[in-house]
């Protein structure tokens, strides 16, 4: 259910490592009926920050996990009137969700409400299976 996953997201910004931002980010996933979170962490060097998505996503497949059925996110720092851009997944993160799910994931977004991957992500890229190009 979206609501107790978007719950999950939102606690798990509290987690977060966001000390030049400032913007802290938090995600639910679940999986195989699982529920798995992440957020945001990031590093002096600026780059290596990662995306509260691809923690909780990473954190389902290092627990064996393959498919996603639903993910929520919660950019708990974005202002209550704040763009909705300010509050969608990156391209980096939608691109993730696209390797371990199709386009019927829901994704939820606290603020926004949810749409599936397939319309923020038209066209994702994707290798045949089992085949390099
Ligand atoms: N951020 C996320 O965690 N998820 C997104 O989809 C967009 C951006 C984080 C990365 C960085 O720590 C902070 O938000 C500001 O960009």
Do not use: K, W
Not at 11 to 31: E, M, N
């Amino acid at each position: 259910m979206s609501a107790a996953l978007l719950a999950a997201a939102q606690a798990a910004a509290a987690h977060a490592h966001a000390p030049y931002s400032h913007f802290r980010v938090g995600a639910a996933v679940r999986a195989d009926g699982r529920l798995f979170t992440g957020c945001n962490v990031e590093n002096a060097s600026y780059g290596l920050t990662i995306c509260a998505e691809r923690t909780a996503i990473f954190a389902a497949v290092a627990a064996g996990a393959r498919r996603i059925e639903a993910i929520a996110l919660a950019c708990v720092d974005a202002a209550a009137d704040a763009a909705p851009g300010l509050l969608m997944p990156c391209g980096a993160c939608r691109q993730v969700m696209a390797e371990f799910a199709g386009p019927d994931l829901p994704v939820t977004i606290a603020g926004f409400g949810t749409i599936s991957l397939g319309a923020l992500l038209p066209h994702a890229f994707r290798l045949p299976p089992g085949e390099t190009p």
